[in-house]
């Protein structure tokens, strides 16, 4: 297998991995997420192994790995009907930025 499909291939297990650790009893979330990261990899799967598009396609992968990881953090229902959010360590310290205003009045 050359370099760059091996790069591919973990960069998608990695995905993978991310998906299924996020969202470990949701069947419903883990079969949608599968479905979307399988069709983002297959909508790359023509790149040039080593062009600019192919490492940038490399680097969002490896970004939405982490961003699933450390970012997304999956609610389970209580017994009352509320919902409960229980971050792990990895989640220690992240942080988003919520857009002002200003910023979404920029984007329309």
């Given amino acids: 297998m ?3 499909a091996a790069e591919g291939l973990a960069a998608y297990r990695a995905v993978l991995r ?7 009893g949701d ?11 399988r069709r983002r990899f297959e909508d ?3 790149l040039a192994p080593g062009s600019d598009e192919a490492a940038r396609a490399l680097a969002d992968a490896r970004e939405a790995a982490h961003f699933i990881t450390h970012m997304i953090v999956q609610a389970t229902r209580a017994p ?7 971050p792990e360590s990895v989640h220690a310290g992240a942080t988003l930025e919520v857009p002002s205003e200003e910023i979404l009045s920029k984007l329309k």
């Fill in 44 to 46: 790359h799967r023509g």
């Fill in 18 to 24: 991310a998906a299924r650790r996020t969202f470990a």
């Fill in 80 to 86: 009352s009907g509320s919902f409960v959010v229980k």
């Fill in 2 to 4: 050359a370099a760059a």
């Fill in 27 to 37: 069947q419903l979330m883990l079969k949608e997420s599968a479905v979307e990261i």
